[in-house]
């Protein structure tokens, strides 16, 4: 059977307002404590998740997890030959899931790195984000700030915005649901939704020789930046020649795992993200200089 390929991208979490209230791996440890490894359950609305660690923790220095998602609608399964299809069948106490595999590196000087893998059966990295949050003791917000090249969030952060221009395509899952808090996904989704449209395009900005964008657009810059949902974003400042592409800046890899009867092998899987991870060029950089992230 040929490899399938998966994306791993990486992300710098932040546990509070000041990113000094907790960590990830105190998170994961304390599920990997109790049995079977298995988080509490976090139901929001049709979704519901739940992580599971399924690693040696012995080291301390990497936590290798799924975030699961458990399904509420049976898929079909049939032959390329055949019309006639069939249901898996479950015992009574049995759902279905679909999981994203991902991995939280701990650093010689403490700071954590999340490796993890895209698919678009699972769930984004914003729904992991408020999992994590939702076992915050008093529910303190957990942030996971996806790792870029160079100095584009910085130049961002310090800069004065004067356009943006945004792509966001329609969900194929009926059951995706994004951030709460990013309304421009919210309201792009919306509207394909009332128009049968499936991707929309945006373009927002000021002609003001002397003003920009209000600050608050830079929130919604993050927002769109972590939506797997956004195919296009990028950013004018002013006194910038050339728009800030900020998805070409973004960190990742691509790993390849041989599926075992259509299942992947996790360990396998876990392998290959911690090879990426020890190769990535570009991420090892941006480890030696500290997070520059968008706050």
Request: proline share 3%; net charge neutral.
């Amino acid at each position: 059977m040929k490899p399938k390929n998966y994306k791993i991208r990486y992300y710098m979490p932040s546990v509070g307002a000041d990113g000094a209230q907790g960590s990830i791996a105190s998170l994961l440890n304390r599920i990997a404590l109790m049995d079977d490894g298995i988080g509490s359950v976090r139901e929001a609305g049709s979704m519901v998740h739940q992580v599971r660690v399924i690693a040696d923790l012995s080291t301390k220095q990497e936590y290798r997890a799924a975030f699961v998602r458990f399904r509420d609608e049976l898929p079909s399964v049939s032959k390329r030959t055949s019309c006639v299809e069939s249901r898996p069948e479950l015992k009574p106490d049995e759902e279905l899931i679909e999981k994203n595999h991902f991995v939280l590196f701990v650093e010689d000087d403490g700071a954590e790195l999340l490796a993890y893998q895209m698919s678009m059966e699972g769930s984004d990295i914003s729904s992991l984000a408020r999992y994590f949050t939702h076992l915050t003791p008093d529910g303190v917000t957990v942030a996971l700030h996806e790792v870029v090249k160079g100095d584009a969030f910085l130049q961002l952060q310090n800069g004065v915005v004067k356009s943006i221009e945004f792509e966001v395509a329609k969900p194929r899952s009926k059951s995706y649901a994004p951030d709460p808090n990013d309304t421009w996904t919210k309201d792009a989704i919306q509207f394909m939704n009332s128009t049968g449209a499936t991707r929309f395009w945006g373009k927002i900005k000021t002609t003001s020789r002397t003003k920009g964008l209000i600050n608050l657009v830079k929130e919604q810059i993050g927002f769109l930046f972590e939506s797997n949902q956004t195919k296009k974003l990028s950013v004018r400042l002013s006194g910038v020649d050339h728009p800030i592409d900020l998805f070409a800046d973004r960190v990742f890899d691509t790993v390849s795992v041989v599926l075992d009867k259509g299942h992947i092998n996790s360990q396998h899987l876990y392998t290959e993200i911690g090879a990426a991870k020890r190769a990535n060029v570009d991420l090892a950089a941006y480890l030696a200089k500290g997070d520059e992230k968008l706050d």
